[in-house]
């Protein structure tokens, strides 16, 4: 029985798309069988973040409606063996599906499976309940600013009430230099306020952008900071015992830098 | 007399200590509300069907959530002036 993990996050633009990408693709890489389903019904992103935008023919609305079996909805992956993608429709907005039938959905992929990631949309309304509806665990997406922390723990309120355990936090965009100078929270402030467990922190990193721009997951390059902080959450989703370096150490040098520059 | 560096250089603080003491407000306050909200909703559902057995003025209703260790313990008064009678109702 596989594990049905929703990625989620309570603002919008925070990485939750980037997450669901690096992170499926990397599972995938370990070896394991992984859909990633997106559940931004309407707004949907991560077949373009993948690069798959061009082999989608079915949606989830197309399973729930029986106009297609799941399995011949599933759009595989070519470049890693045992990833695939389930995509939202376009056409229809959140109020289309039933917490229910994204449900059932789960229900199934997980028979088959090792990991089903779901890419949720932002916010606390009908999209969050349809994608966190068939899932056993939680990944919450933050940047390390003041509204997204707020958001996320507006979030991390509904997951406990919903029983969904373990939840994560994914810290991403996090930048060393601007923790060194002081303008950015560091990840002890962050856990001291939303007081879960941390599974990752992910760089700011300009491949992200570019590697988004192509459609080609950071991972499959790994020489990124983004790249190997997704690897080894991936790691850490399977079990395995991976420390979390300390990203702050490498600032020194830039607090030096920084502290020249503050005082011209 | 102590000066800390912080004084003797003018610094302002960091604005991330600032960041975290803003946000530490506002999400005790973010979590009262949401439990705020439950706790209403939780009163006006228990009173719908407590209603059915008792009569009770609505205004000498008292709903507690108290901590005890790691536990929560809800203390709910419904002071009521009579029984209704089920079996002649019917
Ligand atoms: N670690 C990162 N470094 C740099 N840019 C990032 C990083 N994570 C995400 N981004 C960028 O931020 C934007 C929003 O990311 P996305 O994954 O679409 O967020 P969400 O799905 O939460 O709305 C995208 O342009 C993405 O490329
Ligand atoms: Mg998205």
Redesign the interface.
């Known amino acids: 029985m596989g594990k049905v993990i929703v990625v989620t996050s309570g603002k919008g633009g925070v990485g939750k798309t980037t997450s669901t990408a690096n992170l499926g693709t990397a599972l995938a890489l370990l070896d394991k069988t992984v859909v990633v389903v997106d559940a931004d019904v309407g707004l949907r992103n991560l077949d373009i973040v993948m690069g798959l935008e061009s082999r989608i023919v079915y949606t989830s609305m197309d399973v729930i409606e029986k106009q297609c079996e799941l399995s011949k909805a599933l759009v595989r992956d070519r470049r890693v063996d045992g990833l695939m993608l389930l995509a939202a429709s376009q056409k229809n907005n959140k109020d289309d599906i039933q917490p229910e039938q994204m449900k059932a959905i789960c229900d199934k992929l997980r028979t088959t499976h090792d990991f089903v990631l779901i890419d949720s949309p932002a916010g606390i309304e009908r999209g969050f309940s349809n994608a966190s509806a068939g899932a056993d665990e939680a990944i919450v997406v933050t940047t390390p600013?003041?509204s997204a922390?707020?958001d996320a723990?507006?979030i991390i309120?509904l997951l406990q009430n919903a029983r969904i355990e373990p939840i994560n936090l994914v810290i991403n965009r996090f930048s060393p230099q601007l923790?060194g100078n002081?303008?950015?929270?560091?990840q002890a402030?962050v856990l001291?306020?939303l007081n879960i467990d941390l599974i990752g922190i992910v760089p700011e990193d300009s491949e992200v952008i570019t590697s988004t721009n192509r459609g080609i997951p950071l991972v499959y390059e790994d020489a990124s900071a983004g790249a190997q902080a997704y690897m080894r959450i991936a790691r850490r989703l399977t079990g395995q015992r991976i420390p979390i370096p300390d990203f702050e150490q490498k600032g020194l040098l830039n607090n030096i830098m920084n502290w020249f520059k503050k005082k011209k | 007399m102590s000066i800390s560096i912080k004084q003797l250089f003018g610094r302002k603080p960091?604005?991330?200590?600032i960041?975290?003491q803003?946000?530490?407000l506002?999400?005790t306050q973010?979590?009262l509300d949401?439990d705020d909200r439950v706790m209403t909703r939780l009163h006006h559902e228990l009173a719908e069907v407590l209603a059915k057995y008792f009569e009770f003025s609505a205004n000498s209703v008292k709903m507690n959530l108290k901590q005890e260790g790691n536990s929560y313990i809800l203390v709910a008064d419904f002071p009521y002036t009579k029984f209704h009678d089920l079996n002649v109702r019917q």
């Open positions: 600013d003041v922390i707020r723990d507006r309120g923790v002081g303008s950015m929270m560091d402030d001291d306020i | 960091k604005s991330s200590s960041a975290k803003r946000l530490k506002v999400i973010d979590r949401v």
